[in-house]
């Protein structure tokens, strides 16, 4: 039970740790990608 939570703790600063920068680089793939397709479709 211990070692579950220990684990699950270390989990969570994990995720803590990676969550800006998995935002960070769906945020700077995503507008192109949002935008390209619209831009190419009008014109």
């Known amino acids: 039970m211990a ?3 220990i ?3 270390r989990f969570a600063m ?3 740790r990676l969550f ?3 935002l960070r680089l769906s ?3 995503s507008p192109p990608a ?3 397709p619209r831009s ?3 014109g």
């Open 3 to 5: 070692q579950q939570l």
């Open 7 to 9: 684990s699950g703790t």
């Open 14 to 16: 994990a995720l803590k």
């Open 20 to 22: 800006p920068a998995l």
């Open 27 to 29: 945020l700077a793939v």
């Open 34 to 36: 949002e935008m390209a």
């Open 40 to 42: 190419t479709v009008h």
